[in-house]
């Protein structure tokens, strides 16, 4: 089946650092990935659209200077959290779309949490 | 995307069915149903999706009522491991679509 991994599984960082987190399609090539932010006991929200090739797309209060986000090939983006807070430590996740497959799929990955301190 | 509603927790014995509700009264016509349900510090994960007719799989039934304004997922003998967050999500057909996920049912399975 298709898989999505996320690396690290758990970092922590110092605040004013930054820190980067990869989303990979390992058996699949992604045109599209998106960003999802967890924080404790609440659901997940969509922070962009990551497309390859172009330019992301953010969702409305999203700080696109603060999270920057690199989809260079169809099997890896990456989000990086620049001058992170702690307000930023949540948990991460990513999904990917398959390039070529049947339009409902949608893959997440196992989530990186990042804590701040 | 259409918005859902659904209970925000739920308790299932173990082995019995567990059926989880969704409303979705402002679904429009080209708008799937999907549901996901994701386990405590998982990524989420696919159940099932519809349009308008009844689908199972080998995880769950999914029925939607006629008028298509809302549905339950059923899982027919649910287990420990069934635990999770489910979340049911209204989205549109093109497959660069954005899944806005509400809060969902927190589904607690008894021994």
């Known amino acids: 089946g298709a898989v999505v991994s996320q690396h690290p599984s758990r970092v922590i960082c110092k605040s004013g650092t930054s820190v980067k987190i990869e989303c990979r399609s390992l058996?699949?090539?992604?045109?599209?990935m998106f960003w999802y932010r967890q924080f404790p006991k609440q659901s997940l929200m969509l922070m962009a659209t990551?497309?390859?090739?172009?330019?992301?797309?953010?969702e409305q209060g999203v700080e696109k200077d603060k999270f920057l986000i690199n989809h260079a090939s169809l099997t890896l983006s990456t989000l990086t959290v620049t001058s992170a807070h702690p307000e930023d430590s949540s948990f991460y996740i990513c999904?990917?779309?398959?390039?070529?497959?049947?339009?409902?799929?949608?893959?997440f990955g196992p989530g990186t949490r990042l804590t701040v301190t | 995307d259409a918005k859902t509603t659904q209970p925000p927790s739920m308790d299932c014995a173990e082995g019995r069915a567990a059926n989880l509700p969704c409303n979705h009264s402002?679904?429009?016509?080209?708008?799937?149903v999907y549901w996901y349900r994701q386990i405590h510090s998982q990524g989420p994960q696919y159940i099932i999706h519809?349009?308008?007719n009844n689908e199972t799989n080998e995880m769950a039934s999914l029925i939607i009522t006629e008028d298509r304004k809302s549905s339950t997922l059923i899982l027919p003998h649910a287990t420990l491991r069934d635990t999770a967050v489910y979340y049911c999500?209204?989205?549109?057909?093109?497959?660069?679509?954005?899944?806005?996920f509400g809060q969902g049912t927190t589904l607690q399975v008894k021994p």
């Open positions: 990551s497309n390859e090739g172009s330019k992301a797309t953010y």
């Open positions: 058996d699949f090539q992604a045109t599209t």
């Open positions: 519809g349009l308008k």
């Open positions: 999904s990917a779309v398959p390039t070529s497959g049947f339009s409902y799929e949608q893959y």
């Open positions: 999500i209204v989205r549109g057909s093109s497959n660069t679509g954005k899944l806005i």
């Open positions: 402002t679904i429009s016509g080209n708008e799937y």
